[in-house]
């Protein structure tokens, strides 16, 4: 029976296959793809096919970004993104699929290729769906350096990515890394700023947070967003909890207590409590991507409703394929035309209530004029 690291790896593979060939493309395309202009969006300045995106952490060195666009991803989020090559070992206890849930457990150093590998892979994609990158830094790099690394990815992906995610949930390992004082983020931010007003071109900077925070963090988290030049929220990476689970209780007594980040159904509700608090706190003036146990159409719109402007998948897209793509965008669709159409009928009733009192106010006036026996009205009495 495989491992479920081999088994990841394997469907990595597969997609990494189809991306290099136009006929595996094309495949995609007519399999998974589904034209809804309903689903289209502007967010950042930029256009997207779908509010559905694919999360960091799939594709970690950018070598499947053509598949995912002819799957139908709106974007697709690469990374996350070390300086230097960043290997673990390959093995059994890296990855934990917990079945029942649609939950899995990750629990080993971030994989990546390195930043020069990574800019050689995007510089190869022809699709034009919108590339954003997930960078932190490598996780020997004590946290007094981090600032100087991620500036060291900033600098160089700049010109080759469409936006940046700042990932500060860096939770796999036994030894987290997941600075939440203002302090220690503003430390990492100000650099990042300072050279994109350098620059020609503007490209958005969002900052991913861990569901972990308490909700004093998190508002501070909203704050930095609202008194920077920040561009948006990614809420959120994996937890370190184990709540939420129902159905793998027996396999986690077999695991026992073990460190790692927990993604998938589990995370859901914490997820769209964190979008919604944000929202609330910064009444809805930045885009929020919504991050975190979304498996379903409902889940979606769920997280849509709550305040996020985009949405991302990322376990449900392991454990389903380009098939729950495909099933969440027909969901999705038919969601979204309903709702156009109760608003279009909403709006129809309101018009014709108006029409219908404007109609009643000339009645009754025409009631108040002077009568034709020459008498006067009690109106032109008074």
């Known amino acids: 029976m495989a491992s479920a ?3 990841l790896r394997f469907k990595q593979w597969v997609w990494r296959a189809a991306s290099k060939s136009a006929i595996g493309r094309y495949a995609l ?4 793809g589904v034209p809804a202009a309903n689903l289209e969006r502007d967010v950042f300045g930029m256009h997207f096919t779908s509010p559905v995106g694919l999360a960091a952490g799939f594709d970690r060195d950018g070598e499947m970004i053509d598949a995912m666009a002819a799957a139908g991803f709106g974007f697709v989020e690469i990374g996350s993104v070390t300086p230097k090559p960043q ?3 390959r093995g059994d206890e890296n990855l934990i ?21 990574v800019i ?3 510089k190869q994609h022809r699709s034009r769906i919108v590339v ?8 020997k ?8 690394e991620y500036l060291r990815l900033f600098r160089p992906l700049y010109q080759y990515v469409d936006y940046f995610t700042v990932n500060v949930c860096c939770n796999t390992t036994s030894e987290p890394y997941v600075p939440a004082s203002k302090q220690e983020l503003m430390a990492i931010l100000a650099p990042l700023f300072d050279f994109r007003r350098g620059q020609n071109q503007y490209c958005p900077i969002l900052l991913k947070i861990s569901p972990d925070l308490t909700d004093e963090q998190i508002d501070d988290m909203t704050d930095i967003m609202l008194d920077t030049p920040l561009d948006g929220i990614v809420a959120c990476g ?21 460190h790692g980040a927990m993604c998938g159904r589990p995370l859901k509700n914490r997820a769209i409590e964190v979008v919604r608090r944000i929202y609330s706190r910064s009444k809805g003036t930045y885009p929020i991507i919504g991050c975190g146990g979304i498996s379903t159409p409902d889940d979606v719109f769920e997280m849509l409703q709550a305040g996020a402007t985009l949405v991302q998948i990322g376990s449900e897209f392991i454990y389903g394929g380009g098939e729950s793509l495909r099933n969440i965008h027909l969901g999705v669709d038919e969601r979204l035309r309903k709702a156009e159409q109760r608003a279009a009928a909403e709006q129809a009733n309101a018009e014709q209530d108006d029409s219908e009192r404007a109609t009643t106010g000339q009645s009754e006036a025409s009631q108040r004029v002077e009568p034709s026996d020459g008498s006067v009205s009690d109106t032109a009495a008074k």
């Open 97 to 117: 699929l917990l079945k029942g849930d649609k939950a899995l457990i990750y629990r080993a150093d971030i994989e990546s290729a390195g930043v020069e590998k």
């Open 120 to 122: 050689e892979n995007i």
């Open 87 to 89: 290997r673990v070992e």
């Open 141 to 148: 790099t004590p946290p007094e350096e981090a600032a100087v």
């Open 238 to 258: 994996g937890t370190i909890g184990r709540h939420g689970l129902q159905k793998s209780a027996s396999q986690m007594h077999s695991i026992g207590r073990t």
């Open 29 to 32: 395309h007519q399999r998974f």
């Open 132 to 139: 954003g990158c997930s960078i932190v830094k490598n996780s």
């Open 5 to 7: 690291d081999f088994s």
